[in-house]
């Protein structure tokens, strides 16, 4: 308690219209100085699904910038030489030539958040969120093509194509989402800003100083660190690029 009770006093105050003033790197360095052995395991947990985005990132052929468990060069290693990766094994399993992985890395992500459960309560919600999140944006997408758009209700628990059914979290996404939907810079940040108050807001009934904090802090870090990210120009022109494609 003693070294967590530091940690979130030392730690500067993160807001959406601000840079971080220290990164996820320097963060690293400190949790691992304070953080029991257990604790910091629970942390890694989270940093597998940012493995799943390096992966991803790979097999698009764009850059990778999450800070995983494995550096990038270790990540690029494994993935060219053909290693499972066991955060992203049952993807493996179902597409396992790489044009197959190339052509689906869109589900990535859903097979992980679906099949790996942490064993911290925190991240059990946080992964969960992420998944109807992942699925609720394909949903809206879909929508504004007038494509279909198919999840079993059994996987949600909730009917996605009756808003009055959705996780109350979930309710504003669907105004936001029509407001900047013709402007990418602009969606970004509205998605961004609602995200980034919204896991804020699962700390309300944690217990004081709890690690339920810290996991916040990290995921909210990572949400203003991909902001930055979007300054590179390659990053802008895909977000354009997607935004248009859903506008035609």
């Not at 969120?129 to 279909?148: D, G, S």
């Not at 700390?203 to 990210?229: H, K, M, N, V």
Request: glycine fraction near 2%; proline fraction near 6%; hydrophobic fraction near 40%.
């Amino acid at each position: 308690m003693g070294n967590r009770y530091f940690l979130l006093i030392f730690l500067p105050t993160l807001s959406f219209d601000r840079q971080p003033e220290l990164s996820q790197e320097e963060v690293n360095f400190f949790l691992q100085q304070n953080l029991s052995f257990h604790e910091w395991n629970v942390v890694r947990d989270l940093y597998r699904l940012y493995d799943i985005e390096n992966i991803r990132a790979y097999f698009l052929g764009v850059p990778m910038t999450a800070p995983g468990l494995f550096s990038h060069d270790e990540l690029i290693e494994k993935l060219t030489e053909g290693e499972s990766i066991p955060e992203a094994e049952a993807f493996f399993r179902k597409y396992p030539t790489t044009e197959e992985k190339k052509r689906h890395i869109h589900e990535l992500r859903k097979y992980f958040l679906r099949y790996f459960q942490p064993s911290h309560p925190f991240l059990r919600k946080y992964f969960h969120f992420e998944l109807h999140l992942r699925h609720i944006l394909a949903w809206l997408r879909a929508r504004i093509t007038h494509k279909m758009y198919q999840v079993s209700q059994e996987e949600l628990h909730f009917d996605i194509t009756n808003l009055k059914t959705w996780p109350e979290w979930f309710v504003p996404l669907a105004n936001l989402w029509q407001q900047g939907k013709h402007h990418p810079r602009e969606i970004e940040e509205t998605l961004a800003r609602w995200k980034f108050s919204t896991i804020g807001n699962f700390c309300e009934e944690s217990p004081p100083f709890s690690l339920d904090f810290i996991l916040a802090y990290l995921i909210q870090l990572r949400i203003l660190e991909t902001r930055q990210e979007l300054e590179n120009p390659h990053h802008l022109t895909t977000l354009q690029r997607i935004v248009k494609a859903v506008s035609q």
